[in-house]
């Protein structure tokens, strides 16, 4: 096996509770360093709830999660080396409306990273380049448009330098004529070498760069594939149902 | 042609006139009747409070206890450490102005006030005084304009070391008994002294306090939360009243013989451990109303809870409220006027001993009537204050 085969997060039978809801069903995943995974299925499917459980923003209370050999439990000390090294990005940007973008990018870094200002104002003009937007910087989030917004929201995370990047449905609350812009970054990003995990519906994004699908239905994974499996020959009725919903349009 | 577009605008502006009356104040017979009476009504009390205020009543009462009205009992001779202090918040508001609200180019007209004051009939030290304030704010606001970024700090600084010094100043230190830095005992301070006093210790401290107990309420420790749940619940089932006699009346039966606190330092304690409780459920109405998504977007990037508190949720959680603490602040400055009844001698209390003296009775409308002045001019600076900061952190805001 070569270097970038190494196993970097580990899933092991996962199960999760919503009060008396059986929201996860034992799901289990091994992603390698620099995998671009898309995961998609209908709504309330868990995908979401799924993603979460990686860096702890969602508590599994069964089975095993280990991110870059780091098991995720109660202990606190875990979870926050887990966070530093995974970036996040939501459906609904969740930037912090009362600092500029430049403050957005990096408070994070000066905070926890304990990196002097220079250095961090530095690293996010750089981020900014890379996404596009550098002319923003002094804005509020609130003076930006929505797919303007969540690029800063990747760049935020990626100031961080996560070794993961872990993506909500980052596309779904965008106007049409935005999506793409956010998607081109992450196409960009993908082929830097980031391991990604991607919760979308966004087919062509996955037909891209996705090198394994999931697809999960009522809290477990229905099937998983490369691309080209699950788009030719989905095995199971109920993906091949599912797919041909969303690419009906 | 030209002749006629020169004299169009003044025809316009008068049919502008009528029509807004005829639109607002007269639009049917039922605006008309209700225009007529409310002017009849205005005029009827405003005329009757002007005649009262300009011929029958006696403001002698005013101009002979101003002193006491303003300072209580505070002695003459230290009298000047209360200006020295009224001397380095005039100059930290003047610069603080100068740097922060350099934009406005007018606001160092409030520092014209002082000045403006000194025309009353005041004697000479105190009118010197007022002349050197409205020099002092103008100098601040000055100096603030023209080094904003080395000032910055220096004037920060100057608010957080002001309350110490303001109370070190009140207060004296030297145990001599005579002299300039005498120790002037608090049951001498009064009037506006301290209900201004009262005031800004009881905002200084309860905001904090009611921070923490805001937080404590939704903390995932249960005891915290018991407490903090039964303290606010406590404290808000009982009147400012009941909490100021207790402090005054029974604290003393469970102190061990000998050992007396303060009277002054008790209502203090009091009014802001009161204060607490209802500004934690204020600050806890604008932590509940932060979307969760952002505590999860700070905590994704790895920040701690308390970084997320202190720098994503609190700023955003406080200015939302910034209405709702002007106005608490606003009712602390006027509850303080219940000290009064456990016999401090803020500023209605020196209104009530100034009515007590032979001479004065029966001039409660004149005494009152000024209070009440003073009590509206400060709430309504502190009102206009909140606005001024809540436009400007409006700046970007969702």
Known sequence: MNQSAETIISVQNVHKWYGDYHALKGVSMEVKKREVIVIFGPSGSGKSTFIRTINRLEEHQRGKIVVDGIELSHDIRNIEQVRMETGMVFQQFNLFPHLTVMQNITLAPIQVRKWPKQKAEEIAMQLLERVGIPEQAHKYPGQLSGGQQQRVAIARSLAMQPKIMLFDEPTSALDPEMIKEVLDVMIELAKSGMTMLVVTHEMGFARAVADRMFFFDQGQIVESGTPEDIFRNPKEERTELFLSQILSH | MTNLNSALPPLTEQITLLRWLRKNLFGSWYDALLTVLGLWIAYWAVKGFLTWAFTAAKWDVIILNLRLIMIGQYPLEQTGRLWLWLAFLVLLSGS???????????????????????????????????????????????????????????????????????????????????????????????????????????????????????????????????????????????????????????????????????????????????????????????????????????????????????????????????????????????????????????????????????????????????????????????????QRLEERLGVGKR
Do not use: C
């Open chain 2, 96 to 386: 603080s102005t100068g740097i922060w609200a350099r934009e406005s180019k007018y606001a160092a007209v409030v520092f014209l006030l002082p000045g403006l004051l000194a025309l009353l009939p005041f004697s000479t030290e105190p009118r010197v005084w007022l002349v050197a304030l409205t020099a002092i704010g103008l100098a601040g606001w000055v100096i603030g304009r023209a080094k904003p970024e080395i000032l910055k700090r220096g004037v920060i600084a100057g608010w957080v070391i002001s309350l110490p010094v303001i109370i070190l100043l009140t207060h004296g230190f030297s145990e001599s008994g005579t002299g300039f830095w005498a120790v002037a005992k608090t049951t001498l301070w009064g009037g506006l002294l301290l209900t201004f006093l009262l005031t800004v210790v009881a905002i200084l401290f309860s905001f904090p306090l009611g921070v923490l107990l805001a937080l404590g309420r939704r903390s995932e420790l249960p005891i915290v939360r018991w407490f903090s749940v039964a303290y606010i619940e406590l404290v808000r089932g009982v009147p400012l009243i009941t909490i100021l006699f207790m402090a005054q009346l029974m604290l003393p039966l469970f102190l061990p013989e000998g050992l007396t606190i303060d009277r002054v330092l008790r209502a203090m304690v009091g009014i802001t451990l009161f204060s607490a409780a209802y500004l934690a459920e204020n600050v806890r109405g604008g932590l509940q109303a932060i979307p969760r998504g952002q505590f999860e977007a700070a905590h994704a990037l790895g920040l701690n809870s308390a970084q997320t508190m202190v720098f994503i949720i609190l700023p955003q959680a406080l200015r939302l409220i910034i209405p709702i603490l002007a106005g608490q602040f606003i009712a602390v400055f006027k509850d303080t006027a219940l000290v009064a009844i456990v016999g401090l001698f803020d500023l209605v209390g020196i209104g009530k001993t100034v009515l007590a003296q032979p001479d004065f009775i029966g001039l409660q409308r004149e005494v009152y009537a000024f209070i009440s002045l003073i009590y509206w001019v400060l709430s309504y600076g502190m009102s206009h204050l909140s």
